[in-house]
């Protein structure tokens, strides 16, 4: 049982780039989330996802844009990427109403230069 | 009034010692307290979670302790270990999608 696979683990982007990172859930979770995390900032939510279907925006959503493409897949791209985006980002998944907590994935690293 | 203010925002005990990080909160909707357990590069994982109609759970060597009127709950770590070492973080839900999380606590315990 996997959980929560994201990819890629690593990613180094030049300022302007786009890129996609892929979220993947087998756990029949109804709602997907993405997060950030900085240092000192904690995790920040930046979309979710409540069911398929159906996306909503988070805390800083700014720059980024997310496709729930099925049930199991939830993906965020950075159409432009810029250094204020150099991260950790987290994708989750939750039970229907976010109860019970979530199950995180392992992350991406994405650095912009 | 939707922030959860966590504090230390690092901790440094012996093993053995008994680390407390604590949370507080100001929306009263909250009614879901979750702790998550992170170790280097890897991802968050639920420890222990409480909801408001208790005022203590404890599972294994993690105990929550929760005060309603004072709208805070601690995480207590009975006898730690090295390997407790990672980052926590503590949470608050209102039975909606999101969780708002506290900034994080870096605990080490020396060996």
């Known amino acids: 049982n996997a959980g929560v696979t994201q990819t890629p683990k690593f990613q180094v982007l030049k300022t302007g780039q786009s890129m996609t990172l892929q979220c993947a859930q087998d756990?029949?979770?109804?709602?997907m989330y993405w997060y950030r995390q900085d240092p000192g900032m904690g995790l920040r939510l930046i979309y979710y996802?409540?069911?398929?279907?159906?996306?909503d925006k988070g805390e800083v959503p700014n720059g980024y844009n997310v496709s729930r493409l099925n049930k199991r897949e939830f993906s965020l791209r950075l159409e432009s990427a810029a250094p204020s985006q150099t991260s950790v980002y987290f994708c989750?998944?939750?039970?229907?109403?976010?109860?019970?907590?979530?199950?995180f994935g392992s992350g991406t690293r994405l650095t912009v230069v | 009034q939707q922030q959860v203010k966590q504090s230390p925002q690092s901790l440094i005990v012996q093993k053995g010692g008994i680390p407390i990080i604590n949370c507080a909160y100001e929306?009263?909707?909250?009614?879901?307290f979750p702790w998550y357990q992170q170790f280097p590069g890897k991802g968050p994982a639920l420890l222990i979670a409480?909801?408001?109609?208790?005022s203590e759970k404890k599972e294994g060597r993690f105990t929550i302790s929760f005060n309603k009127s004072a709208k805070q709950f601690s995480l207590h770590i009975m006898d730690s270990q090295p390997g407790d070492s990672a980052t926590y973080f503590c949470?608050?839900?209102?039975?909606?999608?999101?969780?708002?999380f506290g900034t994080g606590t870096r605990l080490k315990v020396l060996a």
């Open positions: 989750a998944s939750s039970e229907a109403n976010g109860q019970n907590g979530y199950t």
């Open positions: 996802s409540a069911s398929e279907g159906t996306t």
């Open positions: 756990m029949n979770h109804n709602s």
């Open positions: 409480i909801r408001p109609d208790v």
């Open positions: 929306n009263t909707a909250f009614d879901y």
């Open positions: 949470a608050a839900n209102s039975g909606t999608y999101k969780y708002i």
